[in-house]
């Protein structure tokens, strides 16, 4: 089945490792022309170098600080120099502190809604020119679904996605007219080295030992098991491409069913 995918130019921040890395190998396979973002420019030259072994694909290493806006100005605008345009724009980083309420400080918050929210505001805000311009464009956020099923462990998380939720919803409105699509994908419990922390975390505070911790947040999921990363990869594909033509301000769970309600 055809994506309509190939010779389409993808960003995608967060691209180093963990979920950004499988949606970035994936977009890869079906042809996009590729740029990856992170901040360790070792991790994102393993990456580039891993897709391109993968798939014959060459792979622009972006280097930037999400956090920092006139570093993410800088390498939008090195993205759409070097390709002459941005078809794709995976929203991708983005980490959350866990722990008790009371624990968690404002630097707690402030980080995560920086990282996490207006990262993806500040990218989309460089990017979305571009596909006006071109009147194309595809932008995917990646949000957990604590956005959607509270967690009191997990409270900055489950508020940041939320209002990352919401951005997409309403920019989705905003820019349709111009033949943009803005969608998110929810994943659940996947099996990265951010769930492996989280794992490690809960362990401790509970005062479990790591396999009792894990064998508890697996208990949650219906299916049994955590996700992989190319499982989400799959369904950021089908909405960057052509196949979800009619898709638009819609957030998908890929959760195993673990997600209660909606």
Known sequence: M????????????????????????????????????????AALAQASQEIAQQTKTNVMIAKADCTNADQIKRMVAQVAAAFGHIDVLVNCVG?????????????????????????????????LPHMIRARWGRIIMIGGVFGIQPS?????????????FNFCKALAQDVVRHNILVNAVAPGRIDTPLFANLVDQQAAQSKLSREEALARILAEVPMGRAGS?????????????ELASYVSGEVMTVDGSWVKCL
């Open 229 to 241: 990363p190319s499982e989400i990869a799959n369904a950021v594909t089908f909405l960057a491409s």
């Open 95 to 127: 980490r959350a502190k866990a722990g008790p309420f009371l624990e968690l400080t404002d630097e707690d918050w402030e980080e995560t809604i920086n990282l996490k929210l207006m990262a993806a505001v500040r990218v989309t805000r460089e990017v």
């Open 152 to 164: 009191p462990f997990s409270i900055p998380m489950g508020v940041v996605n939320a209002g990352l």
């Open 2 to 41: 055809d994506t309509g995918l190939s010779g389409r130019v993808a960003l995608v921040t967060g691209g180093s490792q963990g979920i950004g890395k499988a949606i970035a190998l994936a977009l890869a396979r079906e042809g996009a022309q590729l740029a990856i973002c992170a901040r360790g420019e």
